[in-house]
């Protein structure tokens, strides 16, 4: 029973760089949402997705990318790694949105050199 | 806009001094209320739902209340593994924007 795991754990990048995190869950949940998390400003939404195709945009969307084709995944890409990306990442899901308790993974460490 | 407060930020006890940590929202209409527990270096791990006024919910050493205003997480007889940082969130009335509140850190000497 994985439940949701996140990879890589940490990441080490430079400024200009793509850099692709990854979530999978085994729960077959519909929801599935990208935070970060950052000392003063605690857990912000980036993106989430209700199903397979289906996104939208979350508190601090501007310089990440996500796409979610199958329902189990959701990777989130920073298309031109900037220092201010910075943080540490979680992927969450859910079984029907933000109402419903939302269960975390382990967490992605990125510096951005 | 929702806003979600939560005090002291941090606190310090002795095993088996027992306190209680705040959690003060603002929502047009509650859905709910989350109490997380987050580990350092560990994504949150969910402690309890709470979906209305007068509602208590317990767990071990933990006991969660809420109010119309605020939630209360009661610690009683703390031991050292209760040292974490606890998280309350809540959802808007409408949408999918989770709001956090910034954590109280607490630290449970032996």
């Known amino acids: 029973d994985a439940g949701i795991t996140q990879s890589p754990r940490y990441k080490i990048t430079e400024t200009g760089r793509q850099v692709t995190l990854m979530c999978h869950q085994t729960?077959?949940?519909?929801?599935m949402f990208w935070y970060r998390q950052d000392l003063g400003h605690g857990l912000r939404l980036i993106y989430y997705?209700?199903?397979?195709?289906?996104?939208d945009k979350g508190e601090v969307p501007d310089g990440y990318v996500v796409s979610r084709s199958k329902t189990e995944n959701f990777p989130l890409t920073l298309e031109s790694a900037t220092r201010s990306q910075t943080s540490v990442y979680f992927c969450?899901?859910?079984?029907?949105?933000?109402?419903?308790?939302?269960?975390f993974g382990p967490g992605t460490r990125l510096t951005v050199l | 806009e929702d806003q979600v407060t939560q005090s002291p930020e941090a606190l310090r006890l002795q095993e088996g001094e027992s306190s209680s940590l705040n959690c003060s929202y603002t929502?047009?209409?509650?859905?709910?209320l989350f109490w997380y527990r987050q580990d350092p270096g560990k994504g949150p791990e969910f402690l309890f739902t709470l979906y209305s006024a007068g509602e208590e919910k317990e767990k071990e050493r933990l006991k969660a209340t809420l109010t119309k205003k605020e939630s209360f997480l009661h610690i009683t007889a703390p031991k050292p593994e209760d040292s974490a940082t606890y998280l309350c969130a809540v959802p808007p009335a409408a949408g999918n924007k989770l709001t956090f509140g910034g954590g109280t850190r607490v630290l449970v000497k032996p």
């Open positions: 729960w077959s949940h519909s929801y």
């Open positions: 997705s209700a199903a397979a195709d289906i996104t």
């Open positions: 929502v047009s209409g509650l859905r709910g």
């Open positions: 969450a899901s859910s079984d029907s949105g933000s109402a419903d308790t939302q269960y």
